[in-house]
């Protein structure tokens, strides 16, 4: 079992930045960070892979910078915007056989608010 554990969240004036960090307890493959607004869906923000390959949704391109350290990630989020505000997941995966099986492992989620 891996556990995630976040940090980083707070209430941010809009224009502002914040960085969240996610600490894994053991090594892991992909990292990812999700976030859900109230009633809406969770959603994917940015990812990287273990080699560093990175992805951002259209909404944080350009403003949210995805990285990481071994199996420590972060996400340095600039320019926020009122509808970035919400509760950010750590989310990794670790893959266990040869078919390409993941265990799949979240954190407890980190709010974020940005005020307007």
């Known amino acids: 079992q891996v556990q995630l554990v976040e940090s980083g969240g707070g209430l941010v004036q809009a224009g502002g930045s914040l960085r969240l960090s996610c600490a894994a307890s053991?090594?892991?493959?992909?990292m990812d960070w999700y976030r859900q607004a109230p009633a809406k869906p969770r959603e994917l923000v940015a990812s990287?892979?273990?080699?560093?390959i990175t992805h951002y949704s259209d909404s944080v391109k350009g403003r949210f910078t995805i990285s990481r350290d071994r199996n420590t990630m972060y996400l340095q989020m600039n320019s926020l915007k009122p509808e970035d505000t919400g509760v950010y997941y750590c989310?990794?995966?670790?893959?266990?056989?040869?078919?390409?099986?993941?265990?799949?492992?979240w954190g407890q989620g980190t709010q974020v608010t940005v005020s307007s």
């Open positions: 990287i892979t273990d080699s560093g």
């Open positions: 989310h990794a995966d670790k893959v266990v056989n040869v078919e390409g099986a993941k265990y799949n492992f």
């Open positions: 053991k090594s892991v493959d992909a």
